[in-house]
Nanobody, 126 residues
Framework: QVQLVESGGGLVQAGGSLRLSCAAS????????MGWFRQAPGKGREFVAA????????AYADAVKGRFTISKDNAKDTVYLQMNSLKPEDTAVYYC???????????????????WGQGTQVTVSS
């Protein structure tokens, strides 16, 4: 069982930056595609960004394209989400997710991810 632990959330003013980290408990982390999702109060969970197992293929939601950057460090079993130019509408709980280690391609569908972190709160004030 892979366990994911997010960190790096917090309160920031609009226009500011945060970097989220997601660390895996096991070395198999590096084999599956990874994704970030978020859920704002009263809304459903939505796709934010994803990265393939190789790190070559990356996808972003239109709402964050050009502002957020996903990356991964296989040696550290960690995936990152650099968030710049934050807006109040980015306020949400952010979740890290991992696909099964044989599933190398990313997907925007949350049900395709097998493992989930507990979430980290990001609050952007106006």
């Amino acid at each position: 069982q892979v366990q994911l632990v997010e960190s790096g959330g917090g309160l920031v003013q609009a226009g500011g930056s945060l970097r989220l980290s997601c660390a895996a408990s096991r070395g198999t982390f590096s084999r599956g595609a990874m994704g970030w999702f978020r859920q704002a109060p009263g809304k459903g969970r939505e796709f934010v960004a994803a990265i393939s197992r190789s790190g070559v293929s990356i996808a972003y939601a239109d709402a964050v394209k050009g502002r957020f950057t996903i990356s991964k460090d296989n040696a550290k079993d960690t995936v990152y989400l650099q968030m710049n130019s934050l807006k109040p509408e980015d306020t949400a709980v952010y979740y890290c997710a991992a696909r099964y280690f044989l599933e190398s391609d990313w997907t925007v569908r949350d049900y395709n991810y097998r493992y989930w972190g507990q979430g980290t709160q990001v609050t952007v004030s106006s």
